[in-house]
């Protein structure tokens, strides 16, 4: 049906960067909202950014704000997150999150991707 694959993960330094980006594919007719969450180790999942399918808007975590930018690229169907200042504190599993309507399907259904881990440690 859907897959949403993340990619981009990885080890890095404090104050490095990273972008992860995720790709939505399958039988998909429209996207409204993509996002991405993030889960660390003993703790419940939380939203990171979202954004619109027009990328008009957008919603940060106060925690993120100013070092992270969502994008998208609507014409495949791809999602990035782009992290900068990274810290400690941001390590954790970060999810791909989109509203997607299936060419098959009567309303626009969640779906997530795997998770790609972030690991920020000197």
């Known amino acids: 049906q859907v897959q949403l694959v993340e990619s981009g993960g990885g080890l890095v330094q404090p104050g490095g960067s990273l972008r992860l980006s995720c790709a939505a594919s399958g039988n998909i007719f429209s996207i409204n909202d993509m996002g991405w969450y993030r889960q660390a180790p003993g703790k419940q999942r939380e939203l990171v950014a979202t954004?619109?399918?027009?990328?008009?808007?957008?919603v940060y975590a106060d925690s993120v704000k100013g070092r992270f930018t969502i994008s998208r690229d609507n014409d495949n169907n791809m999602v990035y997150l782009q992290m900068n200042s990274l810290k400690p504190e941001d390590t954790a599993v970060y999810y791909c999150?989109?509203?997607?309507?299936?060419?098959?399907?009567?309303?626009?259904?969640?779906?997530w991707g795997q998770g790609t881990e972030v690991i920020v440690s000197s």
């Open positions: 999150n989109a509203d997607i309507l299936l060419w098959y399907d009567s309303d626009f259904k969640d779906y």
């Open positions: 954004i619109t399918s027009g990328s008009k808007s957008t």
